[in-house]
C-alpha cells in the first residue's frame, strides 16, 4: 500500500489507520515508513489526568516492551467510562448502565469525552506519525509532541477539502 500512494504522489504523507501505529512497523518498513500518519487516539506521552500512571503500571509489568500500544488507553478510557457509569446508575443493569453511559461526561487518560443524543462519543481524534523512526503524536496540538509535522499539509488540505 505505501509503495501504491508513493507511486501516485498525490501526498507527501501517507495515511492509514491501522498498521502503522505498531511498534513494529519502522522495523519492517524502514524509510518507507517515514512521515506516515495514523491512528493516534491514544498516546503514551499524552499528559491527560491519569495517563502517567497506566504508562507506569504497565512498564512495570512489562518493562521489556519498546512501545505501548493505542488499544491499551483506548481501553482504559472505555473500562474509565464504564467505572462512573455503574458508579452514577448505582446499578449493573444493562439498560440503567446504557443510558448512564449516554450521560457521561468525563476526562479520561486519552481525553475529554461526551456523548451525543443517538449514544456516539464526542472525543478528540488524534494522528500519529512516523518521523525517522520515532512515531510521533502530531494531533491534538494540547497532546503532540513538540517535533513538528513533517510534509502533512497537503494530506490535511485533501482532507479538510471533502468534509
Not at 522495523?27 to 493516534?40: L, T
Not at 504508562?55 to 464504564?82: F, N, T
Not at 453511559?101 to 475529554?112: A, D, F, L, Q, S
Request: proline share 4%.
Amino acid at each position: 500500500m505505501v509503495v501504491i500512494v508513493q507511486e501516485i504522489q498525490h501526498f507527501s504523507s501517507k495515511y492509514f489507520i491501522r498498521g502503522p501505529d505498531l511498534s513494529t512497523y519502522w522495523e519492517a518498513m524502514k524509510q518507507d515508513a517515514n512521515y506516515v500518519i495514523s491512528d493516534g487516539n491514544w498516546d503514551e506521552t499524552m499528559k491527560y489526568p491519569g495517563n502517567d500512571r497506566v504508562v507506569k503500571d504497565y512498564r512495570e509489568k512489562d518493562p521489556k516492551i519498546a512501545s505501548i500500544g493505542i488499544p491499551v488507553g483506548c481501553a482504559y478510557g472505555a473500562i474509565q467510562i464504564l467505572t462512573k457509569a455503574i458508579e452514577t446508575a448505582g446499578s449493573l443493569d444493562p439498560e440503567k448502565l446504557r443510558n448512564t453511559i449516554g450521560k457521561v461526561e468525563m476526562m479520561t487518560v486519552r481525553g475529554p469525552i461526551k456523548f451525543r443524543e443517538n449514544g456516539s462519543a464526542i472525543i478528540k481524534y488524534g494522528f500519529r506519525q512516523w518521523q525517522h523512526g520515532k512515531n510521533v503524536q502530531i494531533w491534538p496540538k494540547e497532546v503532540a509532541a513538540e517535533i513538528r509535522w513533517i510534509a502533512a499539509r497537503s494530506f490535511f488540505k485533501y482532507i479538510i477539502s471533502i468534509l
